[in-house]
T-cell receptor, first 112, second 113 residues
Framework: AQSVSQHNHHVILSEAASLELGCNYSYGGTVNLFWYVQYPGQHLQLLLK??????LVKGIKGFEAEFIKSKFSFNLRKPSVQWSDTAEYFCAVKGNTGKLIFGQGTTLQVKP | EPEVTQTPSHQVTQMGQEVILRCVPISNHLYFYWYRQILGQKVEFLVSFYNNEISEKSEIFDDQFSVERPDGSNFTLKIRSTKLEDSAMYFC???????????FGPGTRLTVL
């Protein structure tokens, strides 16, 4: 069965700290992977995506993620977080029928 | 930049009542989706729609649910007889024919009392 697992449910960081959010997926086909962000009171927005090619993908707002096929992982990173990064972060994989399969989400709280 | 819009932003209804959640996808998109997120849980796929028919539905999407694209712009989700456990945030999404990115609307928070 296709599934996505996010290891951290709630992360609290101080500004300027580095961030890494874990994501593992279970899917046997060609993977299309996504990280979405949901700022308080706003809708889901795409941070970055991986379809093929360079396994290190860069997204908006300084975020990047690395696809490691052997580990079935797609971890999200940012070298230095800001207070404005406070949000919920969702990892997702596109299933073979086009639907997105989401992880449980990670709430990131950045303290100023 | 074009966006997916959803109305209403919040709907409160009594158990057993019918609700219709409305979405206006991005105009040149051809695939449409509904997802829901129960408070504190993950975002779950409900249904996908293409070429005026359902292309896939989840186990959640039982006979109480239906979708429609009545006029070429709106995409609606109807729940015929709401239950308490239908309380959730419902997200609509759409994507182009080519490409994998789904664009999400802001969601409708449905509260069933």
């Amino acid at each position: 069965a296709q599934s996505v697992s996010q290891h951290n449910h709630h992360v609290i960081l101080s500004e300027a700290a580095s961030l890494e959010l874990g994501c593992n997926y279970s899917y046997g086909g060609t993977v299309n992977l996504f990280w979405y962000v949901q700022y308080p009171g706003q809708h889901l927005q795409l941070l970055l995506k991986y379809f093929s090619g360079d396994p290190l993908v860069k997204g908006i707002k300084g975020f990047e993620a690395e696809f490691i096929k052997s580990k079935f992982s797609f971890n999200l990173r940012k070298p230095s977080v800001q207070w404005s990064d406070t949000a919920e972060y969702f990892c997702a994989v596109k299933g073979n029928t086009g639907k997105l399969i989401f992880g449980q989400g990670t709430t990131l709280q950045v303290k100023p | 930049e074009p966006e997916v819009t959803q109305t209403p932003s919040h709907q409160v209804t009594q158990m057993g009542q019918e609700v219709i959640l409305r979405c206006v996808p991005i105009s040149n998109h051809l695939y449409f989706y509904w997802y829901r997120q129960i408070l504190g849980q993950k975002v779950e796929f409900l249904v996908s729609f293409y070429n005026n028919e359902i292309s896939e539905k989840s186990e959640i999407f039982d006979d109480q649910f239906s979708v429609e694209r009545p006029d070429g712009s709106n995409f609606t989700l109807k729940i015929r007889s709401t239950k308490l456990e239908d309380s959730a945030m419902y997200f609509c999404a759409s994507r182009r024919l080519v490409g994998n990115e789904q664009f999400f609307g802001p969601g409708t928070r449905l509260t069933v009392l």
